[in-house]
């Protein structure tokens, strides 16, 4: 079975700076890819990053960076330099080794970024 | 830009109802997705469909059914509503491939109904 888990239900920023977004996750596929979304009060699941799990080097997509620590089975979200914009849900999903790419979501983290 | 589009932001049903939620994306991707989401349980999985009349169960499947009868389009029906239905539902997509990007999932804009 998998099992992402985001063990930050909500969280505080000051604008301008750095925030980091865990997220663990426990699979026994050898192969699997880690997820980054991002949900504002809009709605929508925003893509925001990817890891695959045989990637040597950690995942950068402007702002965002993934730090991605297989032994440990973490892949945690760097955001750099907040802007207000970043306030919004944060969700971690896991795709192991199944039929039709199905995605495991962690329970989300709130960012609250602050003028 | 992938682009994936959902019939309604916003819906309102009564008990009973048959409701039809409509999913359409524009890039020609192998793989769709029903999701709700609902406080404090995360997203759930409903139905995935990874080709034309292809449909596979999700987590949650009871109370629902999925149609696909074109590749961009996959529905998602309720066949009689209930109270405890009501929620925001995703729709997503991905290309399908085996190498990390082709997995991404791109989603809707979501669809909240409420069932009174």
């Known amino acids: 079975a998998q099992k992402i888990t985001q063990t930050q239900p909500g969280m505080f920023v000051q604008e301008k700076e750095a925030v980091t977004l865990d997220c663990t996750y426990d699979?026994?596929?050898?192969?699997?890819?880690l997820f980054w979304y991002k949900q504002p009060s809009s709605g929508e699941m925003i893509f925001l990053i990817y890891?695959?799990?045989?990637?040597?080097q950690n995942a950068t997509e402007g702002r965002y960076s993934l730090n991605f620590q297989k032994a440990r089975k973490s892949a945690n979200l760097v955001i750099s330099a907040s802007q207000l914009g970043d306030s919004a849900m944060y969700f971690c999903a896991l795709r192991g080794n199944n039929a039709g790419n199905m995605l495991t979501f962690g329970g989300g983290t709130r960012l609250m970024v602050k003028p | 830009d992938v682009k994936v589009t959902q019939s309604s932001r916003y819906l309102v049903k009564r008990t009973g109802e048959k409701v039809f939620l409509e999913c359409v994306q524009d890039?020609?991707?192998?793989?769709m997705f029903w999701y709700r989401q609902d406080p404090g349980l995360g997203l759930r999985l409903i139905y995935f469909s990874y080709d034309v009349k292809m449909k596979e169960k999700g987590d949650i499947p009871e109370g629902y059914s999925v149609s696909r009868e074109k590749k961009e389009r996959f529905s998602l029906i309720l066949e009689s509503a209930s109270t405890n239905q009501t929620s925001m539902y995703l729709c997503?997509?991905?290309?399908?491939?085996?190498?990390?990007?082709?997995?991404?999932?791109?989603f809707g804009p979501g669809t909240r109904l409420l069932v009174l």
């Open positions: 890039m020609d991707h192998e793989n």
């Open positions: 890891q695959g799990s045989y990637d040597q």
């Open positions: 699979t026994s596929d050898p192969s699997y890819g």
């Open positions: 997503a997509s991905s290309l399908g491939g085996t190498s990390g990007r082709e997995e991404t999932q791109y």
